[in-house]
């Protein structure tokens, strides 16, 4: 059997794709790492979470906060920029593939875990398809939180807020992500 071309190609783009998921999540992590040092914990508690040495978690905070120094982050739920409304789809995503077997989304939330989908209109779309599907088909299964707090999503999309956010895109989809979760497992 020989390789051909669209063989080799696809399986070159999935090793491109697992590079480009590495890169943005060593970003991400920096990113986090100044944000949780700003919301004022220590760096060794950071090095702990991280699994770094403190001199690392301190490099990384130096290095960043010289660059660009920011406001204090606001973690309420009824935020209306699309990285925070994007976060909260996909942690309701994530929490509709957690309950319900057979979830149409969970491919989808799959994907972008592992950096196979990035947060693009079209994507969104999808997922947001994915999501009205599966709070149609498992209706009975999901609790009434779920839908109403996709409402408030949809809406928040379909009429985004231009608002100059103090943290990049993928921090605060990150952070919208795990409070929604955490809002849907009643935690807060």
Same mark, same amino acid.
Request: net charge positive; aromatic share 2%.
């Given at each position: 059997?020989?390789? /051909?071309?669209? $063989? ?8 491109? +794709?697992?590079? &480009? ?13 100044? /944000? ?5 914990? /220590?760096? !060794? ?8 040495? $403190?001199?690392?978690?301190? #490099?990384?905070? =130096? #290095?960043?906060? %010289?660059?660009? @120094?920011? @406001?204090?982050? +606001?973690? =309420?739920?009824?935020?209306? !920029? ?16 957690? =309950? ?16 196979? #989908?990035?947060? /693009? @209109? $079209?994507?969104? !779309? ?5 999501? *009205? *599907? +599966?709070?149609?088909?498992? &209706? *009975?299964?999901? @609790? ?13 999309? +379909? ?14 989809? %990150?952070?919208?992500?795990?409070? $929604? ?8």
């Amino acid at each position: 059997m020989t390789l /051909t071309e669209e $063989q080799a190609g696809r399986m070159i783009a999935d090793m491109n +794709d697992v590079i &480009r998921a590495g890169d943005d999540m060593r970003r991400l992590r920096a990113e986090m790492i100044v /944000t949780l040092a700003g919301l004022g914990w /220590t760096q !060794d508690r950071i090095a702990q979470l991280t699994g770094m040495s $403190q001199p690392a978690v301190s #490099k990384h905070v =130096t #290095k960043l906060r %010289a660059a660009e @120094p920011r @406001p204090p982050l +606001d973690l =309420t739920l009824d935020q209306h !920029d699309v990285p925070w409304l994007e976060g909260r789809l996909w942690g309701l995503a994530e929490h509709i593939a957690e =309950t319900c077997d057979g979830a149409r989304c969970a491919r989808h939330v799959h994907a972008v875990a592992r950096g196979r #989908k990035r947060f /693009t @209109p $079209q994507h969104v !779309d999808e997922l947001r398809r994915l999501v *009205e *599907e +599966d709070l149609r088909l498992h &209706r *009975e299964r999901l @609790p009434a939180g779920c839908r109403a707090a996709y409402d408030r999503i949809s809406r928040g999309l +379909d009429l985004p807020a231009r608002v100059t956010a103090p943290a990049p895109a993928s921090v605060r989809r %990150a952070l919208a992500r795990e409070v $929604q979760r955490s809002r849907l497992r009643g935690e807060s």
